[in-house]
């Protein structure tokens, strides 16, 4: 039996009491069990209460709007990283082309030094080992240039400064 049922049945055997013996006890019993049901208010409460009523339909309407917003963020992060894993496929795929091809020349160079003599053969085998260590990934390779490298710059050289006319 839930809280509301017992406490019916409760006010319906007090009512049932009150009712054969006193009325000034039937009233103040109806007012104690409809205080306490929600279903009686103190005076001005009304006015109060449909203005909460009013703050609660407003928030769940903002809630409604907030979750709308929210699944549609949710589903374009959802996208966002698709593409993302994707792009990186694709990177991937092209760093693993241009490694192959860069192998290829390695390989044709190291055949073109030949083995006629001692120097030939150790340009041979050299370039053939960086070929060899390319192949295997034992040699490192950065995957954009660091901020901090020579290549990098924020500052604008003589040579980034438009032209002026002499005269």
Do not use: C, F
Request: charged share 30%.
């Amino acid at each position: 039996m839930s809280a509301r049922e017992e406490l019916l049945a409760h006010t319906r055997s007090i009512l049932w009491r009150a009712w054969s013996t006193s009325s000034e006890e039937l009233a103040s019993a109806a007012v104690d069990t409809l205080m306490g049901l929600g279903m009686l208010v103190p005076e001005g409460g009304a006015a109060e209460l449909a203005g909460l009523r009013a703050q609660v339909a407003d928030l769940e309407a903002e809630r409604h709007a907030t979750n709308e917003v929210l699944s549609d963020a949710a589903e374009q992060l959802r996208a966002d990283r698709d593409r993302i894993a994707e792009l990186e496929a694709a990177s991937t795929n092209l760093v693993a082309e241009r490694d192959a091809q860069i192998i290829a020349w390695l390989d044709k160079k190291s055949r073109e030094y030949g083995t006629s003599n001692r120097e030939t053969r150790a340009k041979s085998e050299a370039v053939w080992r960086m070929a060899d260590k390319l192949g295997r990934g034992a040699v490192p390779r950065p995957l954009e240039d660091p901020h901090d490298s020579p290549l990098h710059h924020a500052y604008t050289t003589g040579r980034d400064l438009p032209e002026m006319p002499r005269g």
